[in-house]
Every structure is written in C-alpha cells, then in structure tokens.
C-alpha cells in the first residue's frame, strides 16, 4: 500500500481537482492506511482493489467540492425529517430498505450514486452512464465471490447502506470487512463522527440537487455505533429499527467479512472476525440503548425479522402509519412485485458452524441480554406504535 501523499496525488491527478474542503477525513485516511501497511496481508487483488477505492473516494470528496465551489446554491437543498434504518446485520433490514425503496414520494441512497455521487444526478441525461458501470462492478464481484449475492444481496439500481457516504470521510465500518486491520478497526469504535454524517448530509443535498425534495430512506447497521454523532447532523431524523435474536446473526455477519477478506488476502482469521464482529456490534447495541433511554425512544420505529418475513407488507404499513405518510397503491404493487420476485425466491444460504470462528454463542449472549429482553418487549407490544 503507498503512502496517504501518494493517494492524495493520485485523485488529483486523475480529476484536476486540488480541493478535498474540511480536513475532517485525514486522520482517518492516515490510519486506515497506516494499517493496511502493517498489519493487513493482501495479495495482489487486494492491494489493486483497496488503493482503487481509496483514490476513489478521495476523487469524489474533490468532485463534491469542486460541485459546491460552481454552485454554491447546493447547500440550500433542506434535508427533512429522514428515516434511518438501523438495527444488528442479518436482521432484514436490507430488504425492508428495498421494500421503503419502492415509495415513489421517497427517496432512498441507490448503489450507483453512492459509488459515485458526482456529478449531481439531476444534470446527467438519462441512460446516466453510472449505471452501467455499477452494473460491471457488481458482475465482477459476483464472479470473483459468487456467495456474495446471496450473503449481501443488492441492485446496482437499488437502496444501498450509507458506508461509501461515510467513506468519503474514512470512518466507515466497511473497510474492516476487506482486510485484517485491527488498529483501525479499534481506533474507529471511539472516534468522533459528527464531522463523517455532516459530509454525507453534504453528499445527500447534492444528489438531491435539482429534483423535487422528498425524504430521505437511508439505511446502515453501523448507525447503531454512533446515533450520538448522528443526530448532530441529522437533528430531525427517525429510525426503524430491525430485530432478531443476536445469537442467530453473529456467525453469519462473520462470515460475511470471511468471503469478503477472502477475496483480497490470502489468510482469513476468522476467529478474529468473530470477535470483531462481537466487540463492535455489543458496543453498539449498548450505545444505541442508552441513546433511546436519553429522550429519544418516541423517535423508534420496532420490528421483528419474523414478523416482517410473514407480512412485509403489513409491516410496512404500520411503519407508515406510525410516519403519517401514506402507503400509495403504486408503492404497495412495488412492494409486492419485490418480494415475490426477490425475497420469496431468495436462495437460502448454509453458513459454518461456529466453532469454524471459535465462536461461543452462549458466552456471546450475555452481552447482549439487556437488548434481547427490551427487543422482545418492544416488537410484543402491537399497539405501542400507535398509540
């Protein structure tokens, strides 16, 4: 991996851009990379894919000023009242973001402009050319790891989670799922990231830019960390919250971050991704407990995996009924079609046992006993929503 001036130049080179704006993303991008180097073993694909997607988001953190620096009128853009998905991974919340995805008088984060948020998708003729190309990339991953679709499914064209957002100020959880990088990994759990979501409110103005306002569906388990943070950004925003037993999820997210390092490093320590996996998201769920004990329960939205699997239509009407918004019969038809097209023939994935991650699932889940016994009170409750 070359040094962070090497990355620096690079964008610059390749844009013409000088400007990445507020410094906020150094310390991150000189650790991050300061741990790829000393403690990650990527091989050559590795090392070509992740120094590749560090000058590109350096790119687009130029791009995104140089956009503001021409059109200043961008910062104007209001950003109301948001929903935020949030809750462990492998608890739905993917296909309930696909689902809220299908509401035409929404707005949710699709993959291709996360990847790429510039320039603003308002001033791009259609067929935008960024399709396509998120298209090639997602062929190329599923042929080099074809468990991917399965473990992680996504569209090109689909609700995506917030992380390349969150990237462009480089604390983003996603970097630890491509590499063994603990120092990072240990320095992101406690680091400051008002400044990140303040960037992806800035990202978010753009893309909206020159099209009718409508609110904002985002969508990222790693929010859980970080709600404090969040809400400095994002004052006015609600959140829907998934659930399941944490013991069912914890050897599936590890392997998850398994196919993943595999595709960029000869050697996969799947005990230490277990127990990554395990430190982080214990962390969090304690966080995001005390966030709603601090005054901010009203702005939680509960459900239940299960439920949601038996009735994802339902459950997102209730859902819309606690948001006051309506559920169009345009958006329920999608919502149907998405389903029956995509969840109902889901392939059903066969994940290790886990002792293959040196697992203990009952020492596990002790430390996430407060949440398994609020989780059930809160999706018990039918009518604590409506009231």
Same mark, same amino acid.
């Given at each position: 991996?070359?040094?962070?001036?090497?990355?620096?130049?690079?964008? @610059?080179? #390749?844009?013409? $851009?000088?400007?990445? &704006? %507020?410094?906020?993303? !150094?310390?991150?991008?000189?650790? /991050?990379?300061? =741990?790829? @180097?000393? #403690?990650?073993? $990527?091989?050559?694909? &590795? %090392?070509?894919?992740? !120094?590749?997607?560090?000058?590109? /988001?350096?790119? =687009?953190?130029?791009?995104?000023?140089?956009?503001?620096?021409?059109?200043?009128?961008?910062?104007?853009?209001?950003?109301?009242?948001?929903?935020?998905?949030?809750?462990?991974?492998?608890?739905?919340?993917?296909?309930?973001?696909?689902?809220?995805?299908?509401?035409?008088?929404?707005?949710?984060?699709?993959?291709?402009?996360?990847?790429?948020?510039?320039?603003?998708?308002?001033?791009?003729?259609?067929?935008?050319?960024?399709?396509?190309?998120?298209?090639?990339?997602?062929?190329?991953?599923?042929?080099?790891?074809?468990?991917?679709?399965?473990?992680?499914?996504?569209?090109?064209?689909?609700?995506?989670?917030?992380?390349?957002?969150?990237?462009?100020?480089?604390?983003?959880?996603?970097?630890?799922?491509?590499?063994?990088?603990?120092?990072?990994?240990?320095?992101?759990?406690?680091?400051?990231?008002?400044?990140?979501?303040?960037?992806?409110?800035?990202?978010?103005?753009?893309?909206?830019?020159?099209?009718?306002?409508?609110?904002?569906?985002?969508?990222?388990?790693?929010?859980?960390?970080?709600?404090?943070?969040?809400?400095?950004?994002?004052?006015?925003?609600?959140?829907?919250?998934?659930?399941?037993?944490?013991?069912?999820?914890?050897?599936?997210?590890?392997?998850?971050?398994?196919?993943?390092?595999?595709?960029?490093?000869?050697?996969?320590?799947?005990?230490?991704?277990?127990?990554?996996?395990?430190?982080?998201?214990?962390?969090?769920?304690?966080?995001?407990?005390?966030?709603?004990?601090?005054?901010?329960?009203?702005?939680?939205?509960?459900?239940?995996?299960?439920?949601?699997?038996?009735?994802?239509?339902?459950?997102?009407?209730?859902?819309?009924?606690?948001?006051?918004?309506?559920?169009?019969?345009?958006?329920?038809?999608?919502?149907?079609?998405?389903?029956?097209?995509?969840?109902?023939?889901?392939?059903?994935?066969?994940?290790?046992?886990?002792?293959?991650?040196?697992?203990?699932?009952?020492?596990?889940?002790?430390?996430?006993?407060?949440?398994?016994?609020?989780?059930?009170?809160?999706?018990?409750?039918?009518?604590?929503?409506?009231?």
């Amino acid at each position: 991996m070359t040094d962070v001036d090497d990355l620096l130049a690079a964008a @610059r080179k #390749e844009t013409g $851009l000088d400007d990445f &704006g %507020e410094n906020t993303f !150094r310390e991150g991008l000189e650790r /991050l990379v300061d =741990s790829l @180097r000393t #403690e990650a073993s $990527l091989n050559a694909l &590795g %090392e070509l894919s992740i !120094r590749a997607l560090i000058v590109q /988001l350096l790119k =687009s953190r130029l791009q995104v000023e140089d956009w503001y620096r021409r059109r200043p009128e961008i910062d104007d853009e209001p950003i109301q009242g948001p929903l935020v998905g949030l809750g462990l991974p492998r608890t739905g919340s993917t296909a309930l973001a696909a689902l809220l995805g299908e509401d035409p008088l929404a707005r949710s984060l699709m993959r291709w402009q996360a990847e790429e948020p510039c320039p603003p998708p308002s001033t791009v003729p259609a067929p935008d050319p960024r399709i396509a190309r998120a298209e090639a990339r997602a062929k190329m991953t599923l042929e080099m790891a074809p468990r991917m679709a399965a473990l992680v499914p996504s569209s090109p064209t689909g609700p995506y989670e917030c992380h390349d957002l969150m990237g462009l100020d480089f604390k983003s959880h996603y970097f630890q799922a491509f590499a063994y990088i603990p120092s990072y990994s240990s320095w992101l759990l406690d680091a400051d990231l008002t400044p990140t979501y303040l960037y992806e409110r800035r990202v978010l103005k753009l893309l909206q830019w020159g099209t009718e306002p409508r609110p904002w569906r985002l969508k990222c388990p790693t929010h859980l960390i970080f709600l404090d943070h969040l809400v400095e950004a994002f004052p006015d925003a609600r959140f829907v919250m998934t659930h399941r037993d944490p013991t069912e999820v914890l050897v599936s997210v590890a392997d998850v971050y398994a196919v993943m390092v595999s595709m960029y490093s000869d050697e996969v320590d799947r005990p230490y991704l277990a127990a990554l996996n395990v430190e982080h998201w214990s962390v969090g769920m304690r966080r995001a407990l005390a966030f709603r004990d601090a005054g901010h329960d009203h702005r939680f939205f509960d459900l239940d995996f299960r439920a949601v699997q038996r009735d994802p239509v339902g459950e997102v009407r209730r859902l819309y009924t606690w948001l006051g918004e309506p559920v169009t019969p345009e958006f329920e038809a999608g919502m149907r079609r998405w389903w029956r097209e995509n969840a109902e023939n889901r392939e059903q994935n066969i994940h290790p046992d886990a002792e293959a991650f040196g697992l203990d699932l009952e020492k596990a889940r002790p430390l996430f006993a407060d949440y398994i016994g609020r989780a059930a009170r809160w999706t018990a409750r039918e009518d604590a929503h409506t009231a």
